[in-house]
């Protein structure tokens, strides 16, 4: 079949047509990623200093990628397990806590609490299914701590739960793995390094200020690291799995750093 | 034997006003600060810390946070490197000391006053005057009080010290955009004054 050479990178047979399709589809359905081409391009200074057009914008987007895999492991480098995030009196709480995801509060997901099984997988040698009573079962701890979005806002909130290394012990977790995965009733998806899920605290949170973690907040459970930015802090968990193979995230895979500790 | 009064004129001439390393740390400590800036602008718009103050996405670096956060933190290592190498040369060599001292009030006093009359001339340029001593000073500390609070900002959690010495999470975004909107100020004035004595941009490109 004669190719016609101006179209020759959109079909050339080598390539997987459906992945580059399922990417393309994936890319153009963000609108901020087209803000991102648009604006570096129309950043004529920068091309000036540059020399280069920025025509290539896919090697200046591989080459900031990489860059922030490298500050991913000079934070993994930075992160002191010892060190506590400060906490905070009931006085200092942000009333009302901001809600945040990615979709507006309309479209929060409603988990059945009567029917949840929360799902753990992986390299993990204990018990695989937990529904809540069992969950609510393990040992209780609270914390008033700091939320701060990648954004730059902060906002200080009240959790309760179980220490998330405790709750890693008890399912038999192999926690010489690197990564711990999170799926999400939301289709959110997450993951965080080994050491911040065993410090001291990670939380699995079931409870916003006192009472059942509402659904804006995260119900069923919401993992809160106040070592974390918010998006780090998975809500709606169904599933956790320990592995050794990157995991990614909703956020990290569209370009915001994959550690995101603070 | 002792130095020929010609051979000390020649190695007098050669000798550049500007040291290559400086000119070097200079254009790449310009480079890093200007992508810091302006993908600064971008991250700052993602939440303003002054309500209703927005900075136009147009003349912002990355087009969206996530794209902005990763120029931020790509020519942070640029900036603080660079400014490592910098200042450490700075000191080692004395330069320092030579260049930007001595400097009295009464002098950058002096200096204001003959350049707002439009007297403040800039004909020898292997001294900088009061003005320029002061200006430059600043905007090292500047940078330095940058990179700081934008590490509080960065590692809250991890360096305690500097969160609370910049009066915590949220003050340290306060000081950050401070000393950013600092430098802007440097940065138009200083780029006004090389237009007046062109002639200071060719020794920083060349050394003479
Ligand atoms: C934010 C960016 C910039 C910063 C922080 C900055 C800072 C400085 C500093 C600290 C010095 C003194 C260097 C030394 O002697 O050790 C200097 C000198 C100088 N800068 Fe910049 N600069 C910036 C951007 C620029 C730009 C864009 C230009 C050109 C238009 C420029 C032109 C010069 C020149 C010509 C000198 C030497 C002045 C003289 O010899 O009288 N700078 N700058």
């Known amino acids: 079949m004669p190719v016609k050479k101006r179209n020759s990178f959109l079909i050339n047979p080598e390539l997987d047509r459906a992945q580059i399709l399922k990417d393309a589809t994936r890319e153009l359905a963000l609108p901020t990623r087209r ?92 018990k695989r299914s937990w529904t809540l009573p069992e969950l609510y079962a393990l040992p209780h701890a609270e914390q008033i701590t700091r939320h701060i979005c990648v954004e730059g806002w902060s906002a200080i909130g009240h959790w309760g739960g179980t220490p998330f290394r405790e ?38 949170t079931f409870q916003y200020d006192g009472k059942t973690l509402p659904p804006e907040y995260g119900f069923p459970m919401k993992l809160r690291m106040p070592t974390k930015l918010g998006y780090k802090n998975p809500k709606h968990i169904m599933e956790i799995y320990v592995t050794n193979t990157f995991p990614g995230g909703y956020w990290s895979d569209q370009g915001y750093n994959w550690f995101g500790g603070s | 034997m002792a130095a020929s009064p010609l051979k000390t004129a020649l190695s007098q001439s050669a000798k550049p006003i500007h040291p290559v390393w400086v000119r070097l740390c200079h254009w790449l400590n310009a480079l ?59 000191l080692a060599t004395g330069r320092l000391f030579r260049k930007f001292f001595p400097l009295s009030p009464r002098a950058v006093w002096r200096d204001l006053r003959l350049a707002l009359i439009g007297k403040l001339h800039h004909d020898d340029l292997s001294h900088y005057n009061a003005l320029q001593k002061i200006a430059y000073l600043t905007v090292i500390i500047d940078l330095v009080v940058l ?24 003050n340290a975004r306060i000081v950050h955009f401070c000393a950013m909107a600092l430098l802007v100020g440097f940065f138009v004035v200083h780029v006004v004054m090389v237009a007046l004595v062109p002639r200071s941009l060719l020794t920083m490109i060349r050394g003479r």
């Open chain 1, 35 to 126: 803000l991102f081409l648009k604006g570096a391009v129309t950043l004529g200074g920068l091309t000036m200093l540059t020399g280069c057009g920025l025509s290539d914008n896919q090697s200046v987007e591989s080459f900031l990628m990489r860059v922030s895999r490298l500050n991913d492991r000079v934070q993994g480098w930075l992160f002191d397990p010892n060190r506590l995030a400060p906490t905070y009196s009931e006085a200092e709480l942000t009333r009302p806590f901001p809600f945040n995801a990615f979709y507006g509060v309309e479209d929060v997901p409603e988990v059945d609490a009567a029917s949840f099984v929360l799902k753990v997988g992986g390299l993990v040698t204990g």
């Open chain 1, 167 to 204: 709750f890693l012990r008890q399912v038999g977790a192999d926690t010489s793995a690197k990564y711990v995965g999170f799926k999400c009733a939301d289709d959110y998806y997450e993951s965080i390094d080994m050491p911040t899920a065993l410090h001291a605290q990670t939380l699995l």
């Open chain 2, 32 to 90: 890093a600060a200007i992508l810091m800036v302006l993908s600064g602008w971008r991250i700052y718009d993602a939440s303003p810390v002054f309500k209703g103050f927005v900075i136009p996405p147009a003349i912002t670096l990355g087009g969206w946070l996530g794209g902005a956060l990763q120029w931020h933190f790509a020519a942070m290592w640029l900036l603080f490197f660079n400014g490592l190498i910098y200042l450490g040369l700075n």
């Open chain 2, 147 to 170: 990179v700081l609070s934008g590490l509080a900002i960065w590692k809250s959690v991890q360096f305690p010290l500097l969160r609370e010495l910049m009066g915590g999470y949220d």
